[in-house]
Structures are given as C-alpha cells and as structure tokens.
C-alpha cells in the first residue's frame, strides 16, 4: 500500500518551471542586489547578505528569509491555497541554490580575472583570453561607473562562465543524485542546516497557533534575535555600546582571535576560540562522536605542535595573534614535521572519499548494471521509485558535465590533461568535503590554496617558471575550489544534498527537486551575474562591495609560486597526504566496525585542520556541545533532544538569521539614504 502510494505521488507530482525559473531569477537579483550595497564590505562578507553567512558556518540566508515570509503569503487567499509543503519545499530549495550561487562569486573565483586587466595590462591577454574577462578598457569603465555597459565584451564572457559553471552543475548534482540513496536513505547523515530549517518550516506552514504552541522554538527565535540586535545596532550607530565586545578581536567567523602579546600567544597552536553561539547550535545537532573527536584531536594538535616548537621548529610563530595565524609563515599547517594540510584536509578528504566509494562498491556498480539495463525491470523499479532520475539519465549527465567541463577549458587554450586532473580531484575532494558539511554543518572548509592537491601531486609539484596559461587558470580554479563560496564545485554537491535532506523531511517528490536544484544553479548564476555587470556599471565597482578587493589575487595569491609551492604543504608533499589518507582511513574503518571506539575521520579532519583550530576555533563549540548533548541525552533521552532541544536550536538558528535578513535590508537603504 505504501509503495503504490509513492507510485501516485511521483506521477501526479507537477514540476512548476516557470516558477522555479522566475523565482530563482528574481531571488538571485534581490541577493546580489543587497550584497552590492551592504557597506562595510567586511561586515557584508561575514554577516549581513541574502547570500550565506556567516563566514565558515554559511548559512543560505535567502531560504532562511523565504521561511520566515511564508506566514506573510499565505495570509494571501491565492497563495494560501497554492503554496503546500510540496511547492514551499521547490521554494526553499532553490532559494538555498541562489543563497550559494550568489554570494561572493565575483570577488574570489571570478574577480581576480577581471582585476588581473588592470593591474598587468601589458600581458594580462597572455593568460587570461577574451572569453574569461573582457579588455582592460571595459573593466576600467566599470570601475568608474555612470556609463553603458559594453554588452559586445561582456557576452562572451558571461556565456563563458554561465557554461562552466552548467557544466560543473550537471558533474556535481548528477553524481549527488546518485549516491542520494546511500547517503539520505541509508546512512541518514543530518545535514544539520536542513534539519534547523525543516523545524521552521514546519511552524511557518502551520501559523501562528503553531509557533506559540512550540514554546522551546519561541523562546531559541527570541534568544537568537536578543544576541543579534545588538551586533546589528554596533554597525549601524557608532555610539550603540558594544554590549559583547564584539568589534574586539573578532573574526569575521565570529570567533575571538587571540591578539599579539596575549599570555595565552604561548600556546602554539592556538589561533582563535569560538565565541559565536549560532556556531555552538549548529554544531549541537552534529553526532556525539565527531563532536568528541573533534576537541580531542585539536587538543592533541596543541600538543604535537607545542612540543615541535620546544623542539626549534615554528619559532616566531608565538609572536603572531589573530584568526589568521594558521596562515603566518612558518605554519605548522604548511611546514615539517607536521604539514596538517597536507595530512588533514589533503589525505583526509582524499580518504573520506575514497573510502566511501571502496565500502559501496556494490552499491555504485548496482546503479552502473541499471544504467547498462544488466538488472531484471522489477528490480529496477524498485531501486528508482523514490530517486531524482533513472540511473541511466544520471551517469549520462555525470558524463556529460565532466566532458562539457573540459571542452569549456580547452576554449580558452587550456591542455586536456591538467583539466582532466583538476575536475577529477575536485570531485574527489568535495565528496570527501560534502561528508564533513553534511556532519558537521560546517559548509566552509576555509582552506583557500589547498585545492591544487592533485596538480601538486601529478601536474606541477612547483609552479613553472615562467608560468603558462596552463597553470595560470586550472591553478586560479582549483585553489579558490576549496571554499564552498566561491565555485561551483562546492555549493554545487552540498545545495543538492542540503535540498535532498530537507525533501525526506518534508516527503516532497525528489525528481523535482533535482529540476530545481538545477535550474535554479543555473538561473540563478546567470541573473546574478548580468545583475552584478549591470550595477558596477551603473554605481562604479569600487563603491559597492560586489567586487572586492580590486587586487592582484590572480598571480600573487592562487599563481603565486611562494603560494603553490608551500600549499596545502611544502614538498615533499605526497609522503604527508598518504600518511594523512592512511590516519583517515584506519579511523574510517575502526569507527564503522567497533561501535565503542570513540574517534572517527570526520573529527581528524576538523580538528587538525583550518577548521578547527588554524582559523576558525571549532573545538571549543564541539567541546561545548559534547557536554551539553550528552547531558541532554543522558537526563531525557531521545525525547528530550527532539521535541526540546533540537526545535530551541532550530529557533535560535532562526532568530539570528532573521536579524541578519532586516538587517541586510537596512543596509541597502543605508547606502542610498545614509544615517
């Protein structure tokens, strides 16, 4: 009876094209629209966009907002009678896609190009063809503003990247829906953003006797809004105190960074602690055991490192604060003995995935045999009744994504092999990296430079001298790749998954929320995109905060031998990546077939990494909510945890992102009224 219900559900659900296509359009204006005009730039970066934030937990504020207007519209009779959980699930899906695709494309991954024209003039052509970036002459006129846009320079390059960025939509969800099953239906893993937005959602589709009824939810929405407001007010009147210390030696992750001279700048290793307490909710619904293998193995990083400094090694480092310490030279993270990028995030992604594709095998060539049509029919139809697409359709356009991806390459001069090399070990990369956000809700791995891992290892172990297009643009791509908000790559797989998350919660059709993923990636970055080259020319480039900084990142940062040869660590790089492959997977295995071993891969990674203890200071809120979880469940149980705690999490969550929606909003009046 249940399957012949599901039967009928897939074939009476209707995709509604023309609305996905316009809201993403219209959405995807609105963000970047905002983005444009929030000022300062390092406040809209880190906190007040439509698009995701804050900076490392990135959350995709656009849907949050959609969540929060859904009482508004359906006060509306029409609206009401139209928008079910099956059309708001379409909604916040490719609300969440716009979120990503929107924010800060055109001043990491993109930007650089653009800038490139004007900083190298005389040989920018050299590296960057006409395709990838108009002349140096568009992009000085976009800089000034107050005059048309040269639409004869920009349309190659916007069908140029609008092409790109399709193909790797089509590599990155494709393959996404097909291991869909494993990791949604079988695994369960929570991606915990989809879990906080389905508690509102649920509360938002229901009205307001719902809301007051889910009193745990009020009061975490109260909570969230009382600490946002007056962050929010700080940055809006100078005189409003600064009530938390907030504008203090404060990371843009809203971390605490430890400043020069402290006492605690003895500590090595230590960069920043955690202070951000929308971070500590999102962590709360991560699983107990990467929870507690995460401050585990940052306190033993502390360790390591300190020892390696009594030793001689990283002197000079205890004269550096900041959240960016893992970044000063001679990083633990970069150089012997440790090189932890190359081990954690290098080998540990690397084996997270293929780990994951060793143990399901069966399972990856069960779905090969259905798309080869080597399986009995019955079968089939009961492997694909509740998947995006047959399993033939999604191998072909897993393929095609990976060949158009190349062809887009090989247009702008670029060789087979190094391309083949880049998109291949991205791929590997963020399946490894999709497990961590989906665990975690980390979306962030805040690892910029660490892309290149497989260039390093089977193109170019140093950068070439003198350096060819070659390089120059598979090194630009697969280094900014690392970071979830630049490139596709990254919100491409984790948006698919986040959205196929929130459809087994809300039992919305899935091969519908494949279309929309899709269209509104790809919607969503084309609207963006001529929104962004319509503003710049209209109000000057460098008074909005679309492109930032108008610097030489494209030969000094990701083209930068000092950076290629250091980065994810000095050579030799591949004996610390097996090492760290080899860590990962001996605790991949442990963690899988001894229930009470108490570490696990994921908790490696983010502990000894960027994440946790280089930039970001994750161990403490893993530390925290170690404690509180294992409280919560051991006084209350399962019951406790998911009609309390979990829903209050999901409130503050809600309350935070509510603030940071208005206040988006008042920034953009700020800049045309300014007060």
């Known amino acids: 009876m249940a399957e012949k219900s599901v039967e009928e559900k897939i074939v009476k659900a209707k995709m509604p094209w023309l609305l996905v296509i316009v809201f993403s359009a219209v959405v995807s204006s609105i963000v970047t629209i905002t983005q444009a005009f929030t000022q300062p730039i390092s406040v809209a970066r880190s906190v007040y966009t439509l698009g995701i934030a804050p900076c490392a937990i990135d959350f995709p504020m656009a849907s949050f907002a959609l969540l929060f207007m859904l009482p508004l519209l359906r006060k509306i009779e029409f609206l009401r009678k139209r928008i079910d959980m099956e059309l708001m699930t379409y909604l916040y899906v490719a609300a969440v896609c716009v979120s990503w695709t929107c924010n800060q494309l055109y001043c990491t991954e993109i930007g650089p190009y653009f800038a490139d024209r004007i900083a190298y003039p005389e040989d920018t052509l050299e590296y960057i063809p006409l395709v990838v ?48 099953r494993s990791w949604i ?133 205890e004269n550096y604060g900041g959240c960016c310490r893992g970044y000063f030279s001679p990083s633990p993270l970069w150089v012997p003995p440790f090189k932890f990028m190359a081990l954690s995030f290098s080998g540990g992604f690397t084996a997270l995935a293929v780990i994951y594709l060793y143990l399901n095998r069966d399972y990856l060539w069960q779905t090969i045999k259905v798309a080869l049509g080597k399986l009995d029919p019955s079968v089939v139809r009961e492997l694909e009744k509740n998947e995006p697409l047959t399993y033939r359709q999604m191998w072909l356009l897993f393929v095609a994504g990976f060949v158009l991806n190349m062809i887009v390459y090989a247009t702008a001069g670029v060789s087979a ?97 494949f279309k929309t993923i899709v269209i509104a990636l790809s919607v969503g970055f084309l609207f963006s995109f001529i929104t962004m080259i319509s503003l710049n020319y209209q109000f000057g480039a460098t008074r909005l905060s679309l492109l930032f900084p108008m610097t030489t990142e494209f030969r000094d940062r990701t083209g930068s031998p000092e950076v290629w040869n250091s980065r994810p660590g000095t050579e030799p790089l591949a004996p610390y990546m097996f090492a760290g492959f080899a860590v990962t997977s001996i605790l991949y295995v442990l963690s899988a077939r001894l229930l009470w071993f108490p570490l696990e891969p994921v908790g490696f990674i983010v502990g000894t990494s960027m994440l946790g203890a280089g930039l970001i200071g994750l161990w403490m809120p893993a530390l925290v909510c170690w404690i509180a979880k294992t409280l919560v469940l051991r006084i209350g149980g399962s019951k406790l945890y998911e009609e309390h705690a979990v829903p209050f999490v999901s409130g503050f969550i809600g309350g935070y992102t509510l603030i940071t929606v208005v206040a988006a909003i008042v920034f953009v009046v700020r800049f045309f009224y300014p007060f």
Request: hydrophobic fraction near 50%; aromatic fraction near 16%.
């Open 185 to 317: 239906d079988i695994e369960r893993i929570p991606f915990p953003h989809s879990i906080a937005a389905y508690e509102l959602a649920v509360v938002s589709m229901s009205g307001r006797q719902k809301l007051l009824q889910s009193k745990t939810l009020l009061i975490g929405i109260l909570l969230g809004i009382v600490f946002q407001v007056p962050i929010f007010f700080t940055y809006i009147f100078p005189w409003f105190p600064d009530i938390y210390g907030w504008k203090v030696n404060t990371c843009g992750t809203g971390a605490w960074a430890m400043p020069p001279g402290h006492s605690l700048a003895v500590i090595i290793g230590l960069s920043c602690i955690q202070k951000n307490p929308v971070t500590f909710a999102i962590m709360f619904l991560t699983p107990l055991r990467v929870l507690f293998s995460t401050w585990v193995w940052t306190f033993i990083y502390f360790i390591a490192i300190q020892v390696a400094w009594y030793q001689g090694y990283y002197t000079g480092l």
């Open 417 to 513: 092999y190094p391309t083949f090399v880049m998109i291949a070990g991205l791929l590997i990369l963020w399946i490894g990296m999709a497990r961590v956000a989906g665990l975690t809700g980390i979306n962030s791995t805040e690892s910029v430079d660490h892309g290149n891992t497989f260039l390093r290892l089977f193109v170019w172990p140093t950068a070439p001298e003198p350096p060819t297009r070659d390089f120059m643009l598979t090194s630009a791509a697969a280094q900014w790749a690392s970071q979830p908000y630049a490139p596709p790559y990254g919100f491409s797989i984790i948006s698919s998954f986040a959205s196929f998350r929130f459809a087994s919660l809300t039992g919305a059709d899935n091969r519908n929320v």
């Open 133 to 180: 970036a108009p002349p140096t002459s568009a992009i000085e006129a976009w800089l000034r503003g107050s005059v048309p846009v040269p639409w004869g320079d920009w349309i190659p390059v916007i069908l140029w990247h609008w092409i790109r960025h399709i193909s790797i939509v089509l590599l990155m969800v494709s393959f996404s829906g097909i291991i869909r």
